[in-house]
């Protein structure tokens, strides 16, 4: 019998596989997730995926059925508009109150995860590229929201991005992180970092909201063509 704390890593670990291949498609929306093989694929019991499970359930990215067990969450564009929209609005909030709060060392974290996610091309493959941009622009974002300073607020933000994490893989997967989109985000964090350190509420409040809502349009061609609406 499975000890407590051995079970709870193993449903840790299958929580996060699980969401990293829905995330990545290798689950398509509507796809019904089959225990047994999920179970072999990811070499763990009923219990721990039951519990991952779950957790992806609240995560909106699994729908359980009752009785019938569970299936990857739909997609649409609806979706897809209002969690960006949410998402863009959390943030600017965010930041409006991380420039009100905000210390010297936040400034430091801000300028110093910006120096790395623009170097991030100097030391990552072609094949490292994607995620090696994706983490440190993940950690570019979160020194920013940081200094807010609100648990709470910093909560609801991580939601937000679980559910925005698989629509936001569409464009990462659509622009293969090409040079032009590369030197577009680039000067947009550049000019973040600018205002933010000239601490310019309003102005960087809506340039972040702006930023944040740059990919719903290649987002929402990638769906059509795919025939969600």
């Known amino acids: 019998m499975e000890s407590d704390a051995p079970r709870q890593n193993l449903a840790i670990r299958a929580y996060r596989e699980l969401k990293h291949d829905?995330?990545?498609?290798?689950?398509?929306?509507?796809?019904?997730?089959?225990?047994?093989?999920?179970?072999?694929?990811?070499?763990?019991?009923?219990?721990?995926?039951?519990?991952?499970?779950?957790?992806?359930?609240?995560?909106?990215?699994?729908?359980?059925?009752?009785?019938?067990?569970?299936?990857?969450?739909?997609?649409?564009l609806a979706e897809l508009n209002d969690i960006y929209d949410a998402r863009a609005q959390l943030e600017g909030l965010i930041l409006r109150l991380a420039i009100e709060r905000g210390d010297d060392d936040w400034e430091a974290s801000v300028v110093a995860t910006a120096h790395r996610l623009a170097k991030v091309t100097d030391i990552s493959s072609p094949d490292d590229l994607l995620d090696g941009w994706d983490q440190r622009h993940k950690a570019f974002h979160t020194a920013i929201a940081s200094g807010c300073n609100s648990p709470h607020l910093l909560q609801m933000r991580d939601t937000l991005f679980n559910q925005v994490e698989r629509y936001r893989h569409l464009w990462l997967q659509e622009t293969v992180m090409s040079a032009q989109a590369l030197e577009q985000k680039r000067q947009e964090h550049a000019e973040l970092v600018e205002v933010i350190l000239a601490r310019d509420a309003a102005r960087a409040s809506t340039l972040m909201r702006d930023h944040l809502m740059t990919p719903v349009p290649i987002i929402t061609r990638v769906l059509q063509a795919r025939g969600i609406d």
């Open 22 to 76: 829905i995330i990545r498609a290798r689950y398509a929306p509507g796809q019904k997730l089959l225990m047994s093989r999920l179970k072999e694929y990811y070499g763990v019991s009923t219990g721990p995926l039951r519990e991952a499970l779950s957790q992806l359930v609240a995560d909106h990215l699994v729908v359980a059925i009752s009785q019938r067990g569970y299936r990857v969450a739909a997609m649409s």
